[in-house]
């Protein structure tokens, strides 16, 4: 016989069931988004996880001064031994907003980071052209050609500083550069 309550008949009271879990756990979600955001940061500061030398954009950038890609600061990284050079020649070089290290000679002067890391352009005049004035702490910008030379060539444009000379004749290149192509950035 079943109660009787001034309400009519009680049911048993319902029992609620969980909602099956549809996907995955949350724990995999976490894991998957955690993966995700590493690649991202690695993407985005050029992260080697062997240790390798990284790609030739992250130096090629920040020095501002490549051959094809590569970068030619810091010199010990893209030169052979002793900041051979030679091993560029006939390839593009470009320079964007690199500083002037010194200005020797009317036609070059030494690009770079420091005076243990520059690099030799030679000014070629085209017939016609207006002269050009580059001077010291100047930032260039241009698109030249590295250009093997010998040894007497050192002797030419740097005859009174030694230490040019030595740097000279290890690179065994320049760059060559004509005057239309250079672009002072700022001064």
Do not use: N, Y
Request: contains cysteine; glycine residues 12%; charged residues 20%.
């Amino acid at each position: 016989m079943t109660d009787v309550h001034p309400e009519g008949l009680l049911d048993a009271p319902t029992r609620v069931r969980a909602r099956p879990r549809l996907g995955a756990p949350l724990w995999l979600w976490a894991i998957i988004s955690a993966v995700c955001s590493l690649v991202a940061v690695a993407a985005f500061v050029r992260w080697d996880p062997l240790g390798g030398a990284g790609t030739t954009a992250d130096t090629g950038a920040s020095s501002g001064l490549a051959v094809g890609g590569t970068s030619l600061l810091p010199l010990e990284k893209a030169s052979g031994p002793g900041g051979d050079l030679s091993g560029f020649a006939g390839r593009p070089v470009t320079a964007e907003g690199v500083p002037v290290q010194s200005v020797p000679a009317d036609e070059g002067f030494w690009l770079g980071t420091a005076p243990d890391e520059r690099v030799w352009v030679q000014l070629v005049a085209q017939p016609g052209e207006s002269p050009f004035r580059v001077t010291a702490d100047d930032r260039v910008s241009f698109t030249g050609r590295m250009v093997p030379h010998t040894d007497g060539f050192a002797a030419q444009v740097a005859p009174g500083d030694p230490a040019a000379s030595a740097l000279l004749g290890r690179q065994r290149a320049h760059v060559e550069v004509a005057k239309s192509d250079l672009e002072i950035v700022s001064s």
